[in-house]
């Protein structure tokens, strides 16, 4: 029973909240085709298409029925998610901190220099071995 309702709720979701809802139109699209054949017998289906999908208004007067085909209408519907805004102003920009006359910045402002340090990057000399 609960997947019973599982797939009957899901194919809801499907067909309201998803493009397959226009799918669901494909009837409407073949009907309208066939009443388009009663008053033209020479129209084929890739001329009906043509005529009633592309950006030239056709002039067969019947624009309610063809607001009704797939993919006919963009629909907006887009489900959104509440968002509760900040109330402080957070400022990404990074700070500036002012120049004093004659005084001289150096590069490595934080290195400490220690004489281990440039021991530790030197590769291994030939003839040395390596004692643990």
């Known amino acids: 029973m609960k997947k019973r309702i599982t797939l009957i709720l899901f194919t809801v979701y499907l067909i309201s909240g998803t493009g397959l809802r226009e799918i669901a139109k494909l009837p409407v699209l073949f009907q309208h085709f066939y009443e388009h054949k009663l008053l033209n017998n020479h129209i084929t289906f890739s001329e009906y298409i043509t005529d009633h999908y592309n950006n ?4 067969d ?4 029925r063809d607001n009704q085909l797939p993919f006919k209408q963009v629909d907006s519907n887009t489900s959104l998610s509440p968002v509760i805004p900040a109330s402080y102003f957070v400022d990404l ?13 150096s590069r490595n402002d934080h290195f400490i220099p220690s004489a281990l340090i440039s021991k530790i ?10 004692v643990a």
């Open 61 to 64: 007067d019947d624009e309610d």
């Open 56 to 59: 030239i208004p056709h002039t």
């Open 121 to 130: 990057w030197q590769p291994p000399k030939p003839g040395s071995s390596i």
């Open 93 to 105: 920009r990074k700070p500036l901190l002012p120049l004093t006359a004659g005084k001289t910045f």
